[in-house]
Nanobody
Framework: QVHLEESGGGLVQAGGSLRLSCAASGHTFSSARMAWFRQEPGKDREFVATINWNGDSTYYADSVKGRFTISRDNAQKTMYLQMSGLKPEDTAVYFC?????????????????WGQGTQVAVSS
């Protein structure tokens, strides 16, 4: 497993952009499928995007497709989420997660390691 730490959250106006980073420590980052999830208070954790071990395959939730881009740099042990065209409904705590073999890459139950989360707030 790896230790994950998110950064880059903040307050932004609707239509603005943010880039989230997820820094990993440990030796297994480059073999992990990585993902971003988000969670609003009182709601279930929601899938946002996932990327495979070498970055050549990505998948997005319909709600963010065309606005968010997931990427990774295995040499830097870092994953990113570039968010543009932000909407108030994107407001949530964003978590990065890693898995080495879960069945469903869009389900939070498939992921083994989690960061502590970073808050994103989008004002209208």
């Amino acid at each position: 497993q790896v230790h994950l730490e998110e950064s880059g959250g903040g307050l932004v106006q609707a239509g603005g952009s943010l880039r989230l980073s997820c820094a990993a420590s440990g030796h297994t980052f480059s073999s992990a499928r990585m993902a971003w999830f988000r969670q609003e208070p009182g709601k279930d954790r929601e899938f946002v995007a996932t990327i495979n071990w070498n970055g050549d395959s990505t998948y997005y939730a319909d709600s963010v497709k065309g606005r968010f881009t997931i990427s990774r740099d295995n040499a830097q042990k870092t994953m990113y989420l570039q968010m543009s065209g932000l909407k108030p409904e994107d407001t949530a705590v964003y978590f990065c997660a890693a898995t080495w073999g879960g069945l469903d890459p869009t389900s939070w139950t498939s992921y083994h390691s989690w960061g502590q989360g970073t808050q994103v707030a989008v004002s209208s």
